[in-house]
Each structure stands twice: as structure tokens, then as C-alpha cells.
């Protein structure tokens, strides 16, 4: 009997897909914001995503900030991420602006702490319609303020101050020096690095080096015992005494 040829089947191996939970950054406190269906995790190094603020603090008053992230790390099966952006939602800028007020628009490139270039959108609402030389002056003053607040920390740390409002509060009370403001706020904050985002590392210069403070020893004064000495009588001095005190003795005698 003629053997049948046997077929050769080809198996090709699919590995099995699991989801995998995205964490969002320690300044957010590591909650959950969101699932990917994935072969490996570290195929998702380097994805982005959008979250609501709102869905990061539980607060209903930050439902118009935007907050972007990218998947930097894995940690056994969830994804770490970090912060990239922060952006107003377009309705909130449209609510800020009214009739009779003046919007005062900015855009500059600042550096961080760490050395990374960020995108800095500003907006400023005052009360009233002002002049163009005050339009400028607020720019200006905003601008240094900025500068000067982000040089001071890292990009992770900045974006937490903003959310809290802390920056923007301080940056409403200068510029009411030179004329009042409805809303001054940060419109769209930007990391400038292409593809994969490094965490920054701040190490501070200044080293802080415990002195051991030496303790002086108690110092022992002796008090040498001053002692008195008695008058010496010299000997022939004695007997002057002695003699005049006979012959005054001896007087006494004859006058009896």
C-alpha cells in the first residue's frame, strides 16, 4: 500500500492579549485612569492620553483643566506614567471673556529647574478695556513671574502648583498692581521633548553637611587658698620690749 503524504499544517503562535491598568502620576496620588488591552506592556511605552482633571482630584471645580500623560515605565503589569501637559478646555476660555473686558493672549517658551524647554500659554481677563501700553506691561510682568516660578522647581512639581492655584492667585495679586484682572490663568502648558519623556531629576547643589558641634569641656578654675601670714617679730625687736617693760617695772617699785 502507497503511504498518504501527510500534510504539513503550519501553527503559528498568538500570544494571548491581557489588560493592563494605567496609573497616573505620584503628584495625582497613583489612582487608576484607565485599562490597555495588550500583548506585553512594553508595547505601551510611549503612548499619551487625556485625562480630566476632575477625574484625578475628585473635585468637581477642576472639571475644565486637561491633563496629559505618557506611559514611561512598567511595573510588573500596570503602566506608570508621567505629566506632559496642562490645557483650559476651549468652553472655559469662551465662559472667562465678557463684554467690556479686554483678552490679553501670550506665548513663550520658559525652561525648567531641570533644564527642559515648556511651552507656556497665558491668559489675562481684566474688568475694564484697557490701553495697549497696559496691555503690554501685564505681558511683561506675567511673563517674568512665570519665568521666575518655574526656574524654581521641575515640571511634575509646577503643574501640581497650578492645579492647586497657588501660582496663579500670587500672579493675580502683581498684576493688580498695574490694573485689575478677572482671570488670569495659564491656558496650555507643554512639554517641548519629542518621543519618549525622561522624568526629571533635580539634585540640589548645596549639600547639606551636619557639623558635629564640639562641646568646650567646663573649665576648672582652682582658687589657690590664700593663707595670712602672721607678722614676723624679729628677735632683737623682742627684747627692746622686754627690756623697757623690766625697767618700767622696776620704776614702779622704787616709787612704792
Not at 494571548?16 to 485612569?33: D, L, M, T
Request: glycine share 4%.
Amino acid at each position: 500500500m502507497a503511504k498518504k503524504d501527510k500534510k504539513k499544517v503550519s501553527k503559528i503562535k498568538i500570544k494571548k492579549k491581557a489588560w493592563h491598568k494605567v496609573i497616573s502620576p505620584k503628584i495625582f496620588g497613583n489612582k487608576e485612569v484607565g485599562e490597555s488591552y495588550l500583548q506585553s506592556p512594553d508595547q505601551a511605552i510611549g503612548r499619551k492620553l487625556v485625562s480630566n482633571l476632575k477625574d484625578l482630584t475628585g473635585n468637581i471645580k477642576d472639571q475644565n483643566v486637561m491633563i496629559g500623560m505618557q506611559i514611561n515605565k512598567v511595573d510588573g503589569s500596570t503602566l506608570r506614567t508621567i505629566v506632559v501637559s496642562y490645557q483650559l478646555t476651549p468652553a472655559y476660555v469662551k465662559r472667562a471673556v465678557r463684554k467690556n473686558t479686554a483678552k490679553i493672549e501670550d506665548y513663550y517658551i520658559l525652561k525648567t529647574k531641570g533644564g527642559k524647554n515648556v511651552i507656556v500659554k497665558t491668559l489675562v481677563v481684566t474688568i475694564n478695556k484697557v490701553q495697549q501700553s497696559v496691555r503690554t506691561a501685564l505681558r511683561k510682568e506675567l511673563q517674568a513671574f512665570l519665568q521666575a516660578e518655574l526656574e524654581k522647581t521641575d515640571f511634575a512639581t509646577f503643574v501640581s502648583l497650578l492645579v492647586n492655584r497657588r501660582i496663579l492667585n500670587e500672579a493675580k495679586r502683581k498684576l493688580k498692581k498695574i490694573f485689575p484682572s478677572k482671570e488670569v490663568s495659564v491656558r496650555m502648558l507643554k512639554l517641548m521633548d519629542k518621543g519618549l519623556v525622561v522624568e526629571e531629576i533635580i539634585v540640589d547643589d548645596k549639600s547639606t553637611v551636619k557639623k558635629e558641634e564640639v562641646k568646650a569641656e567646663p573649665k576648672i578654675e582652682v582658687k589657690a587658698e590664700t593663707k595670712v601670714e602672721e607678722p614676723k617679730v624679729e628677735a632683737k625687736e623682742t627684747e627692746k620690749v622686754e627690756e623697757k617693760v623690766e625697767k618700767a617695772e622696776d620704776t614702779e617699785k622704787k616709787e612704792d
